[in-house]
T-cell receptor, first 114, second 115 residues
Framework: AQSVTQPDIHITVSEGASLELRCNYSYGATPYLFWYVQSPGQGLQLLLKYFSGDTLVQGIKGFEAEFKRSQSSFNLRKPSVHWSDAAEYFCAVGLMEYGNKLVFGAGTILRVKS | EAGVVQSPRYKIIEKKQPVAFWCNPI?????LYWYRQNLGQGPELLIRYENEEAVDDSQLPKDRFSAERLKGVDSTLKIQPAELGDSAVYLC?????????????FGPGTRLTVL
């Protein structure tokens, strides 16, 4: 069955430090992959997406993600974290053969310490 | 441009009571989604509308949940009767079409607590 795994429930990083959030997916076909961010009291906002082509994709707010087919991974990175990046981050896979349905991971809560 | 609007933002009810959530999508967006987000989980799709037609309601518990999108604009999701396990955040999202390369824009959600 199609699934998305985010192994880390919580991550704490210091402001200015680099960040990597892990995402692994289980899907037989070519995946459409997404990262969303959810701040408290806010809706989910799309950070970036991968459909095809260059496996390193750039997103908003200085985020990037790298698709690695051999590892079934789509990890999110940021070179220098700001306090405003504290939020919950969700990885998702889009299933074309299921009406383009999005399947989300359970999320990773990012805490930023000053 | 206004985003996706949802109301109420919070709702507390006793079990077995009915409850309804309202969503107004971004103007011009044909596709509307309702998701349920349980505590500590990612959103799960309940139903997708293309204009006024429900085209994917396979995850909607039809014994107690119902939804409508009259005139293909705003939408209402109803639960009757509510159960303790329905406590969750109910998210509405919209996109221009259902294509994956069309971004889904999410509302802030309605947090439902069933006592």
């Amino acid at each position: 069955a199609q699934s998305v795994t985010q192994p880390d429930i919580h991550i704490t990083v210091s402001e200015g430090a680099s960040l990597e959030l892990r995402c692994n997916y289980s899907y037989g076909a070519t995946p459409y992959l997404f990262w969303y961010v959810q701040s408290p009291g806010q809706g989910l906002q799309l950070l970036l997406k991968y459909f095809s082509g260059d496996t390193l994709v750039q997103g908003i707010k200085g985020f990037e993600a790298e698709f690695k087919r051999s590892q079934s991974s789509f990890n999110l990175r940021k070179p220098s974290v700001h306090w405003s990046d504290a939020a919950e981050y969700f990885c998702a896979v889009g299933l074309m053969e299921y009406g383009n349905k999005l399947v989300f991971g359970a999320g990773t809560i990012l805490r930023v310490k000053s | 441009e206004a985003g996706v609007v949802q109301s109420p933002r919070y709702k507390i009810i006793e079990k077995k009571q009915p409850v309804a959530f309202w969503c107004n999508p971004i103007s011009g967006h044909n596709t509307l989604y309702w998701y349920r987000q349980n505590l500590g989980q990612g959103p799960e799709l309940l139903i997708r509308y293309e204009n006024e037609e429900a085209v994917d309601d396979s995850q909607l518990p039809k014994d107690r949940f119902s939804a409508e999108r009259l005139k293909g604009v705003d939408s209402t999701l109803k639960i009757q009767p509510a159960e303790l396990g329905d406590s969750a955040v109910y998210l509405c999202a919209s996109s221009p079409t259902y294509r994956l390369d069309n971004e889904q824009f999410f509302g802030p959600g309605t947090r439902l607590t069933v006592l």
